[in-house]
């Protein structure tokens, strides 16, 4: 999020007087199976496994996470030298690798962010959301990726191995929907966890991103405060 967007999802925040109380949604989530995703997550895993004991597989890159604060020249050269940059100049990374060691440690995954949630708009199209509040929509032409992260397990070892960087991951689309819903619903104010003021402004965000869409009905004072701001 730029300065200028955050500035403005500030000041909303501050002229609508409900810091830390989030304006109920009318909008219940569907939670997808843990289960189900876990599997999806496992095969993906297993697949990649297979093509690197093969000898197939080609490491994805991402985006270096220091890639937006700035490196000295001398370390930005080092990436530049190694065709470790995209097409904006931007240094780049290799993704994390599943593994299984000859000390015991095998890689396990997850899939990220938390819980997942999603509801129907009256179109027929999905928006899904995690715990994290990041989310948007699924249709026929847009399925929704899902991040792999990756914990060492060892059975001789007591603590873990926990991974920062993602594996890469799977996409779910519209007809995968049906298999992996459960049956719990929570409101949509209660599905992104409450910790500070960056996943209040991601609740606005959605609530208003999922009214425009038809879902809850109505309009309240989060998009009163946002036209007011606007004008």
Same mark, same amino acid.
Do not use: L
């Given at each position: 999020m730029d300065n200028k967007a955050f500035d403005i999802g500030w000041t909303l925040r501050k002229r609508r007087g409900v810091h830390g109380n989030r304006e109920p949604s009318n909008i219940m989530m569907r939670r997808l199976d843990p289960d189900r995703l876990q599997e999806f997550a496992q095969r993906f895993h297993d697949n990649v496994l297979a093509q690197m004991n093969e000898g197939t597989y080609e490491v994805p890159r991402m985006r270096h996470p220091f890639a937006d604060m700035g #490196?000295?020249?001398?370390?930005?050269?080092?990436?530049?030298?190694?065709?470790?940059?995209?097409?904006?100049?931007?240094?780049? #990374?290799?993704?994390?690798k599943p593994y299984r060691d000859r000390d015991g440690w095998s890689s396990k995954p997850s899939v990220s962010h938390g819980d997942q949630f999603v509801v129907q708009a009256p179109n027929g199209e999905f928006y899904m959301i995690n715990s994290e509040g990041v989310g948007g929509v699924i249709d026929a032409k847009n399925p929704y990726g899902m991040d792999i992260h990756l914990e060492g397990e060892n059975p001789n070892e007591t603590g873990k191995r926990m991974g920062m960087i993602p594996m890469g991951g799977f996409s779910i689309t519209m007809d995968d929907l049906a298999g992996l819903m459960g049956t719990e619903e929570i409101p949509l104010e209660e599905a992104i966890r409450v910790h500070n003021d960056r996943l209040d402004m991601n609740y606005a965000d959605n609530l208003r991103a999922m009214?425009?869409?038809?879902?809850?009905?109505?309009?309240?004072?989060?998009d009163d405060a946002f036209k007011e701001m606007m004008e």
């Open positions: #490196m000295d020249d001398e370390t930005y050269n080092k990436f530049v030298d190694a065709g470790y940059v995209d097409e904006d100049g931007y240094p780049m #990374m290799d993704m994390a009214r425009a869409m038809g879902i809850g009905g109505g309009k309240g004072q989060y």
